[in-house]
């Protein structure tokens, strides 16, 4: 009995737990870059400090990891100069919130007022001398290794410069966590060094890795388990009547 009322117990809520992973996942399914997250869970016993433990006969479930999937999206055409995205395995450096740094696959970049590169989130973007800042009247190009050049729209217009170049990094997909602000950073709190072989492709944005139709089915079929251990407990609670009418019968 009690091994069956714990199993079911716990196993209904992470069940609630996965499916609000699989919700926010559905939720980003049209967010440049995003990755989906996935709940693990597993099965441990309960552990007692008393004198006589007794049997091993109570468990319950866990929420044992958070697995990212890290499948690149689908890149989409925009045109736009300063929409990147990274062709193959990479990511962006952007400076966080925080003052740390923490990576990226959303390359859908805008320039604030004063002209620093920044994401739709409004974190600058970092350059291999920290943020990139794009003086006025100029026409910008990205290169393939994230260098950022200019060109004046007035006065010699053939005269290219370079202003900067986006730090490109491809550390251990081990070693990076997700924080809650969505962007990814080293487990170690470190700050990844620049990967030369990483390239970005200027005009373009990465999709979501999201197979909504892939997510569904795993929300349908989380609701049907969700339902099948609210029946369990409800056969325990009918088992322990019946067992009680039994026993108050002699």
């Not at 699989?22 to 552990?47: I, M, P």
């Amino acid at each position: 009995m009690d091994r069956l009322i714990y199993t079911a117990m716990t196993g209904a809520s992470q069940t609630l737990s996965r499916q609000a992973a699989v919700a926010h996942n559905l939720a980003n399914v049209s967010t440049a870059g995003y990755r989906a997250e996935e709940h693990r869970l597993r099965a441990v016993q309960v552990q007692s400090n008393a004198a006589q433990p007794g049997l091993p006969t109570r468990a319950f479930a866990v929420d044992a990891s958070t697995h990212n999937d890290f499948t690149p999206g689908p890149q989409i055409y925009t045109g736009r100069a300063f929409d990147m995205a990274l062709q193959g395995p990479g990511w962006i450096a952007v400076q966080a919130a925080d003052g740390s740094e923490a990576y990226t696959r959303n390359g859908s970049f805008e320039l604030n007022v004063n002209g620093i590169v920044q994401t739709r989130n409004g974190l600058p973007v970092q350059g291999d001398g920290g943020p990139i800042s794009i003086p006025p009247e100029v026409k910008v190009s990205v290169g393939v290794d994230g260098t950022v050049s200019v060109i004046p729209e007035s006065g010699a217009q053939n005269t290219v410069n370079v202003i900067g170049r986006i730090k490109l990094v491809n550390p251990p997909e081990a070693d990076l966590v997700r924080g809650e602000d969505g962007l990814f950073r080293l487990r170690d709190g470190s700050a990844a060094p620049v990967d030369e072989r990483a390239r970005i492709a200027s005009g373009y944005t990465e999709g979501s890795n999201v197979n909504a139709a892939e997510q569904m089915v795993t929300m349908i079929s989380l609701a049907r388990q969700f339902e099948m251990q609210m029946k369990m407990l409800s056969t325990a609670d009918a088992n322990d009547r019946a067992a009680a009418q039994i026993l108050s019968a002699r």
